[in-house]
């Protein structure tokens, strides 16, 4: 057995006290220089019910210099859900620029005989998520304004901008129907001014009779989708209970439940299948409503060499477009610049060229996407992770960029109540000392909450941090524990 003597006692003392302390490393400064905040986030941190069990990522820097001020596990990857959109909306205004936009092409292959056209029309589409019903009928208008009232031949649409793979490597298959989940293509629309491509919104409706269905209205009115109500009207003091889901692989809407008699309508989205043919369909119905007739069927396919260009149609520029796309977090949007990213430098509109080149554009503004696993550009992969100093060092940087007015003016900001101003924190962080002082993203995926930007502090700095927490057991819990973190970085 070993015993120990006095002599090695001293030994073992000597070597204690010789040890350099921790606190006097450059971060530890930083933080004992930093004051009681980070005292109070360490003790959140190791007290908060909702964190036991769970992962969390924190990195705050002077938004300055860039100097990092505190961080807990700050280099541990993690899944950023919608903070990933920091990143893709980065790259896409440092590869596209503010001014870029989308255009839809009309094409003809044949000539205007006494007012018909003897030939195809073809609707070439590049990306443009922004596509309403309007837009379609301004398209149909050009072709009468050339004195066309027919074609005699096919309506196509051509998607091939982009590659046919419709959804990200990661996405759930639950989520497929749903609007956050809906089908990339070149091709696509949106049913209103959010901006969500690939999707219809319905309301449904109670009627005057109990027990007689509810009316249902689709946005954008289109013939594309087929509705199946079994859903009921029911007495004032019955349940609110609507479920809306399309079947898989059809563009069929089931509509089940309960609506009480006096009740307020219940507004949901669903994604269609096949958003080509969906673009397509609301660009013939817009033809015929203009008294265009079409002869022909609709079909997918190519432009062909010889076809002439007619129309272009352009989306409105990123530097406005980023606004929905942060503002309301829309994935369509994040996987489609994406791809435009790819299309564009490469000559590829996939997301394996795509994130290709979101990764070395990124490089570019001092992150190192080495360090990280990308798998989309929405961050709806449950895959995808990323480092909180790697975000917070991101959001340090594109401060030097002349783009980055855009960029910040489309984060969300606290307590700001109009849809497109809040954006997703419009109901978030509506106290005196924190509302309209707080710009930034949030994320949630099942078990995730993410929040990352900039808060103006009570002293007048303006600070960088990023809160990414993982394995949580209710995210909305989660996002008030974001919301008291940003508390106590504002109050100082």
């Known amino acids: 057995m070993f015993k120990r003597s006095k002599y090695f006692t001293i030994v073992i003392f000597i070597m204690l006290t010789s040890i350099v302390p921790y606190t006097s490393s450059p971060f530890a400064e930083a933080k004992e ?19 036991q069990g769970a992962l969390a990522g924190i990195s705050v820097r002077n938004a300055a210099d860039g100097k990092l001020l505190y961080e807990h596990q700050g280099d541990i990857r993690l899944r950023p859900a919608s903070n990933m959109k920091l990143l893709t909306a980065a790259a896409a205004l440092k590869v596209l620029g503010e001014d ?124 594309y989708l087929a509705v199946i109500n079994h859903a009921v009207t029911v007495d004032k003091d019955g349940k609110k209970k609507i479920t809306v889901e399309r079947e898989h692989g059809k563009n069929t809407i089931v509509i089940k439940g309960t609506i009480p008699i006096t009740t307020k309508s219940v507004t949901e989205w669903a994604a269609v299948w096949n958003p080509t043919r969906y673009a397509l369909t609301l660009f013939k119905e817009a033809l015929e409503d203009q008294g265009i007739k079409v002869e022909g069927k609709m079909k997918t396919g190519l432009v062909p060499d010889t076809a002439t260009l007619i129309h272009i149609h352009r989306s409105m520029p990123l530097s406005e477009l980023v606004v929905p796309f942060m503002k309301l977090s829309n994935n369509t949007h994040a996987e489609i610049l994406t791809k435009e990213m790819g299309k564009v430098v490469e000559g590829e509109g996939s997301w394996k060229t795509g994130l290709t080149v979101l990764k070395s554009e990124l490089s570019k503004l001092g992150v190192n996407p080495n360090t990280m696993v990308l798998r989309d550009g929405s961050g709806i992969s449950h895959v995808t992770s990323i480092q909180a100093n790697q975000i917070s060092q991101l959001l340090y940087a594109v401060q030097k960029e002349k783009w980055f007015p855009v960029y910040l003016n489309s984060l969300p900001i606290s307590g ?18 924190l509302q309209g002082k707080v710009l930034a993203k949030t994320g949630t995926l099942s078990t995730v909450s993410s929040l990352s930007g900039y808060v103006d502090t009570k002293s007048g700095q303006r600070l960088i941090f990023s809160i990414i927490l993982n394995n949580l057991l209710d995210e909305e819990k989660g996002k008030k524990v974001e919301d008291q973190m940003v508390s106590i970085i504002a109050n100082q």
């Open 33 to 51: 220089s930093a004051g009681g905040w980070t005292q109070q986030l360490d003790y959140l941190l190791k007290n908060q019910a909702e964190l």
């Open 100 to 223: 870029y936009t989308f255009p839809t092409e009309l094409y003809s292959d044949g000539p205007v005989k006494k007012k018909a056209l003897a030939g195809n029309l073809y609707l070439k589409g590049k990306g443009d998520p922004t596509l309403l019903k309007a837009d379609f009928v301004k398209i149909a208008l050009s072709l009468k304004e050339r004195g066309i009232n027919k074609i005699k031949g096919n309506i196509i649409g051509d998607d091939s901008w982009y590659d046919a793979v419709r959804y990200s490597v990661d996405l759930p298959w639950s989520d497929e129907t749903t609007y956050y989940g809906a089908q990339i293509s070149a091709l696509t629309a949106s049913p209103n001014s959010d901006f969500d491509a690939g999707t219809v919104k319905l309301e449904v409706k109670p009627v005057d009779r109990k027990g007689d269905r509810p009316k249902v209205e689709i946005t954008p009115d289109t013939g």
């Open 416 to 433: 700001k109540p109009k849809k497109m101003t809040g954006g997703s924190l419009r109901y978030r962080m509506k106290t005196q000392g």
